[in-house]
């Protein structure tokens, strides 16, 4: 009820507001109902709908004239021209405009991009938040900024639901209502539609280029219900004689490349860029030749053979010719990562990534700014394994680390936390045990505002191994983190080391070596009663078989080992009648 009630007085503000609005160009929808969408092209989001009736002022195009663009409760909506009808003006007059592929402002003012502006207004990001590259949630996004950083106010959009802000260099658009703005401060002040970008956004182009073929194949997956559709209206047509005229399929439209990604890859792009618009075009012309045929005077609409045989070629030319194109795309496009023998893959809420997986004892250095505020490792453990994590930032950097371990299948499981008190100061969580056997994750990320500086960066090593590791340090002189040299106790029972018999010089007084119990000797027999020492067992300590410390020690040094039950040097020394218990 409640958005019946909105688009009711959408309708009646549409009425209303015609006589006032009687300048520039005016549609009014036709349809029963016309889809609002955030891009140009059918199958994108739906903002919301409108009835018929409504009356709106088009302030932009697509580069085809089949979408139109107006101001949608304060966001950017694109409605198709077939649902709608021109009441005043010329809509070829309006700017050519796109969220995928023209930049906020066109390409000669783009307001997105790089800026040195630094000066303004400054507000603080509520919660985590994606910069786009213009004022709507069709815009692609060109950064993500963290909670709790500040970020630079420069524009507005009229309706005061987007801001323009400077977000650690990049340009671009956030959504007001994530924004805590300064105390007294009024939006109304901030310019419309900001500044102009110094360059266009930041980016990897060769991912720009994938994400154009990429474009063109989901164009395709669009376009083809109309392709499906239109060719059974015409077939119908060929078998009966007359068209029976139902609701037209939309008319997809062509493909627009940004100049800067054209010129990059013209060689590559354009033919592809040709081959899918000559598609397009094919598609919309068996279409409108049904409009046509229906649209003639009478109620029979009679088609002839030729003109339906015509179009059936039409529509066959068409589906080759996406055919083609989709297999070249296929070719080009890249197939999806895969982890390799040192990588591990990470799924989490719809997102994916492949992560490094850190043997134990390396050191990683690693980087985090306003851009990337987290990173991510893996690690296999072993059940009842104990471990201490490191994490030291190297001189100049400002994060504010939160370090976190957590088995990789279950992310939200922390079994080990940490935070970072002072930028310089070594962050050690220690010691963690590991709960079972397998692959486990450790991320840095930064949380909160940098402690010094507007823009985090923070350059780091982390570190993790045997809690009795050594700390990470700081090379004085390069400020470069220097990793501890470390060489744990190998694993399994440990070193037997016979006693030492004899007398010996004392050794230098700057050598510090701790005493070695030994066991005291009977002085009348040191000899071994047994034929073959290496039979001895520890029974024989209390049988009678071995009547004293000396005749125990003597076996135990001609091979009987185990007389020595506890591992300590010292055979004889447990059980009911311990020889050598008067050992230390």
């Keep these: 009820m409640r958005r019946l009630g909105f688009i009711c007085f959408l309708f009646i503000m549409g009425w209303l507001t015609l006589p006032a609005n009687a300048q520039g160009v005016q549609a009014v929808v036709t349809n029963e109902v016309a889809n609002v969408r955030i891009t140009p092209a059918l199958g994108s989001t739906v903002l919301g709908q409108v009835p018929a009736g409504f009356f709106y002022n088009p302030n ?31 809509i070829s007059t309006l700017p050519v405009a796109d969220p995928r592929s023209i930049p906020y402002g066109g390409f000669e003012a783009p307001r997105s991009g790089t800026t040195s502006v630094e000066s303004g207004p400054q507000a603080t990001v509520r919660d985590w938040l994606r910069v786009r590259s213009g004022p709507g949630i069709g815009y692609v996004i060109i950064a993500n900024a963290p909670i709790n950083t500040p970020v630079i106010l420069l524009g507005r959009t009229a309706a005061n639901t987007w ?27 901030l310019p419309v539609d900001g500044i102009i970008a110094e360059a266009p956004p930041l980016g990897d182009g060769g991912q720009d280029f994938i994400d154009v073929l990429l474009l063109m194949r989901d164009r395709i997956g669009f ?25 037209y399929p939309s008319r997809p ?20 860029r040709v081959r899918f618009n000559d598609a397009m075009f094919n598609i919309r012309r068996a279409i409108d030749l049904f409009i046509e045929a229906c649209e003639q005077p009478g109620t029979v609409n009679p088609v002839g053979q030729a003109t339906a045989q015509g179009a059936l070629e039409i529509v ?34 719809g997102a994916v990534d492949i992560l490094r997986v850190v043997p134990l004892g390396e050191l990683v250095l690693d980087a985090i700014d306003s851009r990337n505020f987290a990173a991510g490792y893996c690690f296999d453990g072993t059940a009842e394994q104990r471990l201490a994590f490191q994490l ?3 001189p100049g950097s400002n994060g504010r680390l939160l ?20 930028p310089d100061q070594l962050l050690r969580v220690s010691t963690v045990i590991i709960p079972r056997t397998g692959r486990y994750l450790i991320t840095v990320s930064n949380v909160g505002e940098p402690f010094e500086g507007t823009f985090l960066h923070s350059e ?9 590791a050594p700390e990470l340090e700081l090379d004085p002189i390069t400020g470069e983190i220097i990793a501890p040299v470390f060489i744990p106790f190998p694993e399994g029972p440990p070193i037997q080391i016979p006693p030492l018999l004899g007398d010996f010089s004392p050794l230098p007084d700057s050598v510090l070596v701790p005493p070695i119990a030994q066991p005291t000797l009977d002085p009348t027999i040191s000899t071994c009663p047994l034929t073959d020492p290496s039979t001895a067992t520890a029974a024989m300590c209390t049988d009678g078989t071995l009547s004293t410390c000396g005749q125990a020690v003597a076996c135990y040094l001609a091979g009987g080992t185990a007389l020595d039950d506890d591992g300590n040097g010292i055979p004889c020394d447990e059980g009911g009648s311990p020889l050598c218990s008067s050992a230390p």
């Design 316 to 349: 066959s030319l068409a589906e080759r010719q996406l055919d083609d194109l989709l297999a070249q795309l296929e070719a080009l496009i890249p197939e999806p990562s895969q982890p390799g023998p040192d990588d591990c893959l990470f799924a989490f809420q």
């Design 460 to 468: 780091y090593g982390l570190y993790f191994n045997d809690p009795d």
């Design 60 to 90: 932009a195009r697509d580069a085809t004239g089949q979408w139109l663009r107006f101001d949608f409760s304060g966001e950017e909506g694109w409605i198709n021209v077939t649902t709608s009808a021109i009441v005043q003006g010329d």
């Design 223 to 247: 376009a083809r219900p109309s392709l499906t559709t239109i060719r059974t209206y015409w077939t119908d047509a060929a078998l009966t004689g007359r068209a029976s005229c139902q609701p």
């Design 253 to 272: 439209s062509d493909i627009q490349i940004p100049n800067r990604l054209l010129a990059v890859y013209f060689e590559r792009l354009e033919p592809l």
């Design 163 to 189: 801001i323009q802000v400077n977000f650690a260099g990049v340009l671009g658009w956030v959504a007001v209502e994530w924004l805590i703005m300064p105390a007294g401060f009024d939006v109304n002040s």
């Design 403 to 422: 370090l976190t371990v957590s088995p990789l299948d279950d992310p939200t499981d922390f079994i080990a936390v940490g935070r970072m008190g002072q």
């Design 392 to 394: 030291l930032q190297r």
